[in-house]
């Protein structure tokens, strides 16, 4: 059963500052992996999906990477801004069609 | 419309009660899925559609739960007589999946929609 986990589980930052959050999961026969932010009591914005055949995916100040082998992917943003403040996920998609959710990471970047 | 819309985005019902949770994906979107987030969690995937007939229901939690998309557009989320463990964010998510195409789709982004807030007293 795929188990995916991030770290931290929440990281306070000033505005301005280059910051790495983390994901990894356990089954590396994944077909994608998505990125998402959640602003509290909304849905989820997608940011970056990363196919399994592709080693990172960027937008703007945010850059994805996937390393299937080792189970694990990391979103960076650069130059944090207090917009930036948010629960980010991961999702991976196993086999199926389903998203297997990792628990969020709450960024909160102070002006 | 321009997005997944969900309704209601609240709902407060009595332990006991029958609800109903609409999911209206994006226009074309073959694919729809219902996940449930409980406070602080990621969420957890409870069905899925391709077209009009649920290809994955293995994430609903037991036979009180019901869902349904009888045109291959809208769906309606069904949970009977509802208990206070069932309170949490209900999201939907739709995704352009090539119909009769292979179920294993390495291209499946999913648009989610904003959510309908369940508590059951």
């Known amino acids: 059963k795929q188990e995916v986990t991030q770290i931290p589980a929440a990281l306070s930052v000033p505005e301005g500052e280059n910051l790495v959050l983390n994901c990894s999961f356990t089954?590396?026969?994944?077909?994608?992996l998505q990125w998402f932010r959640q602003d509290p009591g909304k849905g989820l914005t997608s940011l970056l999906l990363?196919?399994?055949?592709?080693r990172e995916q960027t937008s703007g100040r945010l850059n994805a990477s996937l390393d299937k082998s080792s189970g694990r992917s990391t979103l960076y943003i650069a130059a944090s801004q207090p917009g930036d403040s948010a629960t980010y996920l991961c999702?991976?998609?196993?086999?199926?069609?389903?998203?297997?959710f990792g628990p969020g990471t709450r960024l909160s970047v102070l002006p | 419309g321009a997005g997944v819309s969900q309704t209601p985005s609240n709902k407060v019902t009595e332990k006991g009660k029958y609800v109903e949770l609409r999911c209206d994906p994006i226009?074309?979107?073959?694919?729809l899925y219902w996940y449930r987030q409980s406070l602080g969690q990621g969420p957890e995937f409870l069905i899925y559609?391709?077209?009009?007939?649920?290809?994955?229901d293995s994430g609903l939690p037991n036979d009180r739960f019901f869902a349904v998309r009888p045109e291959g557009s809208v769906s309606t989320l069904k949970i009977q007589r509802t208990e206070r463990g069932d309170s949490a964010v209900y999201l939907c998510?739709?995704?352009?999946?090539?119909?009769?195409?292979?179920?294993?789709?390495?291209?499946?982004?999913?648009?989610f929609g904003p959510g309908t807030r369940l508590t059951v007293l």
């Open positions: 998510a739709s995704s352009w999946l090539p119909l009769g195409g292979a179920v294993m789709s390495s291209y499946n982004e999913q648009f």
């Open positions: 089954d590396s026969a994944i077909y994608n």
């Open positions: 990363i196919q399994s055949s592709q």
């Open positions: 999702a991976v998609g196993p086999s199926g069609q389903n998203f297997v």
């Open positions: 226009s074309g979107h073959t694919a």
């Open positions: 559609f391709q077209g009009t007939g649920a290809a994955d």
